[in-house]
Antibody, heavy 113, light 112 residues
Framework: EVQLVESGGGLVQPGRSLKLSCLAS????????MNWIRQAPGKGLEWVAS????????YYADTVKGRFTISRDNAKNTLYLQMTSLRSEDTALYYC??????WGQGVMVTVSS | DVVMTQTPPSLSVAIGQSVSISCKSS???????????LHWLLQSPGRSPKRLIY???NLGSGVPDRFSGTGSQKDFTLKISRVEAEDLGVYYC?????????FGAGTKLELK
C-alpha cells in the first residue's frame, strides 16, 4: 500500500524558515517524480513544486520561486521542502503527492507573528 | 500559466440525481506524447484529495463506474450518475500537461 507521511510543519514567524519532510513507502520511490501541493485554509489546491525521480528536473510555482527548495533522498525514501523567507500567505496545509494519484494526509504550516 | 475554469462553483443535488461539472483550460492540454493530462479529484470533507479520473476518461482504481470523464483539447466534463451520499465534497480538475501544474477552483457538491 502506497503511503506518504508528511512531517515538519508548525507555527513560524514571518521571515523564518521551516523544512518539511515526506516519508514514502509501498512503492519504489526512486522511480517516481514527486510534488508538493498546498491548500490555504478554506481555499483550493495550489501546486508548489515538482522534482523528477533523479532530481534532474525541478520546477517551482512563481509564488515560491527563490524561497522554497524541493529535494529528495532516494536512499531514505524521503521528499523535502525547504521553505525560507516565509510569509503569511504561505500559511496552508502542505501535501506531498505522487502525481495526482497518491496524496499524504498533509502537514499544516502557519506563518504568523 | 494554464488557467482552469471550472463550473459551476457549487451544485445542490438529491441522492440518485445525475450531475455534470465542466472544466475548460486556457490552452490545449494535449502533451507532445499525444496524451491529455487532465484529471479529476474529489476532496471529501476533512480528507486529502482523491484522484477519480486520470487522462480525461480513465477511472482510477476502486472508483465506481458512476463516474465518467469526457472531453478533449480544452473542454472537459465530469459526470456523476446516480449521486450517492459518499460523493459529496469538492471536485477539482487538474492539468499536469504544462508547468506549472494548475487546478480548477473547485465545485462543491452538496445535498439538496
Amino acid at each position: 500500500e502506497v503511503q506518504l507521511v508528511e512531517s515538519g510543519g508548525g507555527l513560524v514567524q514571518p521571515g523564518r524558515s521551516l523544512k518539511l519532510s515526506c516519508l514514502a513507502s509501498g512503492f519504489t520511490f526512486s522511480n517516481y517524480g514527486m510534488n508538493w501541493i498546498r491548500q490555504a485554509p478554506g481555499k483550493g489546491l495550489e501546486w508548489v513544486a515538482s522534482i523528477s525521480s533523479s532530481s534532474s528536473y525541478i520546477y517551482y510555482a512563481d509564488t515560491v520561486k527563490g524561497r522554497f527548495t524541493i529535494s529528495r533522498d532516494n536512499a531514505k525514501n524521503t521528499l523535502y521542502l525547504q521553505m525560507t523567507s516565509l510569509r503569511s500567505e504561505d500559511t496552508a496545509l502542505y501535501y506531498c503527492a505522487r502525481s495526482t494519484t497518491y496524496w499524504g494526509q498533509g502537514v499544516m504550516v502557519t506563518v504568523s507573528s | 500559466d494554464v488557467v482552469m475554469t471550472q463550473t459551476p462553483p457549487s451544485l445542490s443535488v438529491a441522492i440518485g440525481q445525475s450531475v455534470s461539472i465542466s472544466c475548460k483550460s486556457s490552452q490545449s492540454l494535449v502533451y507532445s506524447d499525444g496524451k491529455t493530462y487532465l484529471h479529476w479529484l474529489l476532496q471529501s470533507p476533512g480528507r486529502s484529495p482523491k484522484r477519480l479520473i486520470y487522462q480525461v476518461s480513465n477511472l482510477g482504481s476502486g472508483v465506481p463506474d458512476r463516474f465518467s470523464g469526457t472531453g478533449s483539447q480544452k473542454d472537459f466534463t465530469l459526470k456523476i450518475s446516480r449521486v450517492e451520499a459518499e460523493d459529496l465534497g469538492v471536485y477539482y480538475c487538474a492539468q499536469t500537461t504544462h508547468f506549472p501544474n494548475t487546478f480548477g477552483a473547485g465545485t462543491k457538491l452538496e445535498l439538496k
